[in-house]
C-alpha cells in the first residue's frame, strides 16, 4: 500500500514537473510584472496600499520622487539598519508621511529623524533612529508599515510624525496613478498574487489563463484606493497601543501643526486636541510640537517652513530637539 503510494506521488510530482517545463518552453503563461512610478510601487498589503522601493535617483523632476539621492535597501530615506538589536541600545522608529521622509529638505542629515540620533547620543544616550516615513502616508498605512516592516528591529519607542492631513489621503494621487497603471497593463501584477506560487510557470498559466478565460480577473480599483482613504487614526492608535503592550514599547505621539502665517491666530487647536485625547485615552505619550515652533520663529529669522506642510532644515531641527527633550525626560530603559 505504501509503495503503491509512493509511486503515485512520485509521477504526480514528475508530471508537474513535465507540465512546468512545458509551460515555459512554450512561454504560455502570463508575464509578472511590479507597477511601479518613481521612488513608489503597489504593496501586497492592501492597506499600506503603496511602498518606496530601493532607488537612487540624480534628477530633477521630483513628482514622484520626492527627493534626490539613494534610498536604504528597503526604499526609505535612511541610512542601512542591521536587523538585529545591539546590546544597549535604545532602539527609536520613526512613522510618518512627508514630514518625516523630509520633503522639501536637500540632505537627509537635515531631517529630524538623522538630527533626533545625533541629538540623543551626544547627550548621553546611546540611540538608534529607523525611519519608515513615506510620502502621502495615514496613520493606517503607517501603523501597517510598522507591523510588516518595523516590529523585527525591536524599537523601545515608535514615534508618530502625526500631520494634520492624517485622517484622509493625501498622496498627490501616488495610489491612484499606480492603480491607474495596473489597469492598462497586461499579464498579472505583481501586488497581487503570491510571492512565491508566482514563481511557477504551470501556477500563472492555471490561475490566469486557465481560470481567467471562464471567470476574468478585474481589479477593482475603487476598492483599493477606498482602503486607503478613510479616516482611521483613532483605529490604528488603538492598534499601535495594542502592539506597543504585546512587545513592550513606548509611543510617542507628535503633531506638527500647520505652518500659518501667525501662530497667535492658530485655527486648528481642535485638530490638536483631538489626537491628544485619542492618544491619552490609548495610554500613549504626547507631545505639541505648536509651541517649540512658535518658539524658533521668535528666536531666530531663519524660516521654520517651506510651505504650510513641510518644515524647512531649521524646523526639522526644533522639532528634533523638542523630540529629545521629551525622550530624555520621560524615558523607560530598554
Known amino acids: 500500500m505504501l509503495k503503491k503510494l509512493g509511486l503515485s506521488l512520485a509521477a504526480l510530482v514528475l508530471a508537474l514537473l513535465a507540465a512546468e517545463l512545458l509551460v515555459r518552453a512554450l512561454g504560455a503563461a502570463p508575464q509578472i510584472y511590479v507597477i511601479r512610478k518613481g521612488r513608489f ?5 492592501p492597506k499600506i496600499g503603496y511602498e518606496p522601493v530601493p532607488l537612487a535617483y540624480k534628477g530633477h ?20 539598519h542591521a536587523v538585529a538589536k545591539p546590546a544597549g541600545v535604545y532602539r527609536v522608529v520613526v512613522l510618518g508621511d512627508s514630514i518625516g521622509a ?22 548621553g544616550l546611546r540611540a538608534e533612529v529607523i525611519n519608515l516615513s513615506v510620502s502621502g502616508y495615514n496613520t493606517q498605512q503607517e501603523v501597517e508599515t510598522l507591523i510588516d516592516r518595523g516590529l523585527r528591529y525591536q524599537p523601545d519607542l515608535v514615534i508618530v510624525a502625526y500631520a494634520l492631513s492624517d485622517r484622509g489621503r493625501l498622496d498627490g494621487d ?8 495596473e489597469g492598462t497593463r497586461q499579464g498579472v501584477s505583481g501586488a497581487r498574487v503570491h510571492p512565491w506560487l508566482v514563481k511557477s510557470a504551470l501556477y500563472r498559466f492555471l490561475r490566469f489563463r486557465v481560470a481567467a478565460a471562464r471567470k476574468p480577473q478585474v481589479v477593482d480599483q475603487r476598492r483599493y484606493l477606498d482602503l486607503v482613504s478613510n479616516d482611521t487614526v483613532a483605529q490604528y492608535l488603538g492598534v499601535l ?13 507628535a503633531v506638527f501643526p500647520r505652518f500659518v502665517k501667525n501662530f497667535h491666530a492658530y485655527r486648528f487647536g481642535r485638530q490638536h486636541a483631538y489626537v491628544r485625547d485619542l492618544a491619552q485615552q490609548d495610554g500613549l505619550r504626547f507631545l505639541d510640537l505648536l509651541e517649540p515652533f512658535a518658539r524658533c520663529r521668535e528666536t531666530s529669522e531663519t524660516p521654520i517652513s517651506a510651505d504650510n506642510f513641510h518644515p524647512t532644515a531649521y524646523g526639522h531641527r526644533c522639532a528634533a530637539q523638542a523630540m529629545a527633550d521629551e525622550i530624555l525626560g520621560q524615558r523607560r530603559s530598554p
Open 174 to 181: 501616488i495610489m491612484k496613478t499606480l492603480l491607474e497603471e
Open 41 to 45: 510601487q503597489l504593496s501586497r498589503n
Open 241 to 253: 497601543a495594542g502592539l506597543s503592550r504585546q512587545r513592550h514599547f513606548d509611543v510617542l505621539v
Open 61 to 80: 523632476d521630483l513628482s514622484f520622487y520626492d527627493y534626490q539621492g539613494s534610498s536604504n535597501s528597503q526604499g526609505f530615506r535612511d541610512v542601512e
Open 102 to 123: 523630509g520633503l522639501k529638505v536637500e540632505r537627509y542629515e537635515d531631517t529630524f529623524p538623522a538630527i533626533l540620533g545625533q541629538l540623543l547620543n551626544a547627550r
